[in-house]
């Protein structure tokens, strides 16, 4: 065998996203840890620009960089095609997931036992906008999911008010089926919100509607054919 | 008898309904070469890709050393390099160089796109060629934009590895490239491919560009005269 390198150290030389978005994210961490220090309480606002830039991170795209070549060394290592989706999609969600977790721990240095970057609606929302972005991506050109989801969000605004996002309600189907929606579309609606099992069920559509593109987009991945761009 | 690297068996490859080749077949033994000749647009890059098991065949078999391409590349070393537009632009040349076998290709921190084409041709064929063992060597047009001491360079790289026991199969549109450097021959034509020996062709000495040009000719005058006919 000739595995000369891992998938983990091959993303790490051959970025799957571009430097501006990291750094976009490293002033992000900055402006929210200020706010979040002067006032703790702000903490869940601080996220939000976290988990939309996340939206954009987690949208690299696989298949057209492969189809030009830029993964062959990869391709060919010796690696299992599965082992190096889920590699390509951990670095494209690291900088995002790292910012978060910044965050995090500056809102438990400031109230340890209110941590609400770390409650179950933050949790919920970071997933979903960690892997429905990327497993859409895999076959479309970057950034393809984050721009689908801005417009899955202009669209739902004209018959989705924010309120049901942000007041999310599972008392009976047709609220939570809304609520599922609205948390579908604007995840932050959720940031800081201990749910109870029960009111998990708001998210649970969206997570398995995550879960299931992220194993079809690993199976796809897996079985690929991927001839040059300019071999056709 | 030497034992076959590579085996390949009526091998068709279609995107959508265009159909790139069909009825490809060879036998490449451990440290034997394959020269794949052919215009461009005739499947040459695709019949590369898809020994390297980057793309799945729509029909015929594929074994290297008995296995489907995608499970060689778990158990064997395989090394696959497309050319110089293949490498990512951005990266740093000597982060590159280091995917190799580790040692240092280059010292040169430009990024790859900062780099001539022959600067580049060369990185990526250090890289893929540093890489150990290796069974199969796969290489498309690896002699393009390469000056007279990297050629050489790339020559010897080769000839070493043969002798080591690894296949290649290496492709060009240029014939004095390849002219008395293979066992084999492949002659991919549009929609037809044919295999020519290279004792077949010169049984005494080194086969030259030139009568790779005659036996080109001739068989792309065959494949002329069936379309008039049909």
Same mark, same amino acid.
């Given at each position: 065998m000739a595995r000369s390198f891992s998938p983990l150290r091959f993303f790490r030389i051959v970025p799957t996203q571009p430097a501006l978005i990291s750094w976009t994210f490293a002033v992000v961490v900055v402006v929210g840890a200020a706010a979040i220090l002067r006032e703790p309480s702000r903490s869940a606002g601080a996220m939000v620009p976290i988990l939309l830039l996340q939206l954009f991170g987690a949208s690299s795209g696989l298949e057209v960089p492969a189809r030009r070549g830029h993964y062959d060394l990869l391709l060919t290592s010796g690696h299992r095609r599965? /082992?190096? $989706?889920?590699?390509? /999609?951990? #670095? #494209?969600?690291?900088?995002? $997931?790292a910012s978060w977790l910044v965050l995090a721990a500056v809102e438990a240095a400031m109230d340890y036992h209110n941590v609400r970057l770390l409650s179950f609606g933050t949790i919920a929302a970071m997933g979903l906008v960690s892997t429905l972005p990327w497993a859409i991506t895999v076959r479309l050109p970057r950034f393809s999911g984050g721009i689908g989801w801005l417009l899955a969000l202009a669209i739902s605004t004209s018959v989705l008010s924010f309120d049901v996002a942000a007041n999310p309600s599972i008392d009976g189907l047709a609220e939570w089926l809304w609520s599922a929606w609205g948390f579908l579309v604007y995840p932050a609606g959720l940031v800081g919100r201990e749910l109870s099992l029960h009111q998990g069920l708001i998210a649970a559509p969206g997570l398995a509607i995550a879960a299931g593109a992220m194993v079809a987009a690993c199976r796809w991945v897996s079985r690929a054919s991927l001839p040059l761009e300019a071999a056709q | 008898?030497?034992? &076959?690297?590579?085996?390949?068996?009526?091998?068709?490859?279609?995107?959508?309904? +265009?159909?790139? &080749?069909?009825g490809v077949s060879f036998d490449i033994g451990t440290g034997q070469s394959l020269g794949v000749l052919g215009p461009n647009g005739? @499947?040459?890059t695709t019949l590369l890709r898809t020994l390297a098991g980057c793309i799945l065949p729509s029909a015929g078999d594929i074994r290297i050393a008995g296995l489907t391409p995608r499970d060689a590349l778990l158990r064997t070393g395989v090394a696959y390099f497309a050319g110089d537009a293949t490498l990512p632009g951005s990266v740093r040349a000597? +982060?590159?160089?280091?995917?190799?076998?580790?040692d240092i290709?280059? *010292?040169? +921190?430009?990024?790859?796109?900062?780099?001539?084409?022959g600067t580049r041709q060369l990185l990526g064929l250090r890289t893929v060629l540093g890489r150990q063992p290796l069974g199969l060597i796969v290489l498309d047009e690896p002699w393009e934009a390469l000056d007279p001491d990297a050629a050489r360079w790339l020559s010897a790289m080769l000839e070493t590895k043969r002798d080591r026991g690894a296949a290649l199969v290496l492709s060009s549109h240029r014939l004095h490239d390849l002219a008395g450097f293979c066992d084999a021959y492949l002659f991919?034509?549009? %929609?037809?491919?044919?295999?020519? %020996?290279? %004792?077949?062709?010169?049984?005494?000495?080194?086969?030259?560009? *030139?009568?790779? *040009?005659?036996? &080109?000719?001739?068989?792309? @005058?065959?494949?002329?005269?069936?379309?008039?006919?049909?």
């Open positions: 599965t /082992w190096m $989706a889920l590699v390509h /999609w951990a #670095s #494209s969600i690291a900088p995002g $997931a | 008898m030497t034992p &076959f690297a590579v085996s390949v068996r009526d091998l068709a490859v279609q995107y959508g309904r +265009r159909l790139v &080749f069909q005739s @499947g040459k000597s +982060r590159w160089g280091s995917l190799g076998n580790g290709v280059t *010292a040169d +921190r430009r990024p790859i796109r900062a780099l001539s084409r991919l034509l549009p %929609h037809s491919a044919r295999l020519v %020996h290279a %004792h077949d062709i010169s049984p005494a000495s080194p086969v030259t560009a *030139a009568q790779l *040009a005659e036996v &080109f000719d001739k068989l792309r @005058g065959g494949v002329m005269a069936l379309r008039a006919v049909s």
